[in-house]
């Protein structure tokens, strides 16, 4: 009996070994994927939102000019405002090439972040003038994310709770393509670096 399960043990791992050989040779005549190929490679996507006065803002509007899209909320302790405030030193060391970037706040709260609660949130003066922010419905905020692949949670209750989210940025090129990630935590100096490297190979 043992002698038997033995042989059907070793017959079951010939056939499987089988088949995997057969998948591999499958997927080497099969072309490489191209990551380019598609309506939109990485990051980013079709989304409608509002900005600050209320008018429709989606996708379209990034085209034409380099973007630095990002998530937050405006009741947010230390990620957004310190990602709004390095941003601006960006620009500031890009010197007459930030006239081809804007600055997209994204907010994953639409509870509180209605477009008048944003315009009052980007006034601040320490902020970099100029910065859309946009917001919407808690379905348009949703679809926005997924289309960046962004993550947010709500957490806490009551009127002083909080959202964790992704910190990162990212760089959308004039063509509203992404073009690469700026991290979180990265100095002004290193943002404005990939932001030129962007611009050189495009």
Known sequence: ??????????????????????????????????????????????????????QPFTEA?????????????????????TTLDTLGRTLDLLGPASDRVQIVFISVDPERDTPKAMATYLSNPVFPKGVVGLTGNAEQVAAAAKAYRVYYEKEGEGDAYLINHSSISYLMDPSGRFARVLPYGMSPEDLAGQIRDAMRSR
Do not use: E, H, S
């Open 1 to 54: 009996m043992r002698f038997k399960l033995v042989l059907r043990l070793l017959a079951a791992l010939v056939v499987v070994a089988g088949l995997t050989y057969l998948a591999v040779q499958i997927g080497a005549r099969r072309p490489a994927p191209d990551i380019a190929a598609g309506p939109q490679a990485g990051p980013g996507g079709p989304f409608t939102l509002v900005d600050t006065t209320g």
């Open 61 to 81: 509007n990034l085209k034409g000019r380099w973007t630095i899209v990002f998530f937050g909320f405006t009741f947010c302790p230390d990620v957004c405002p």
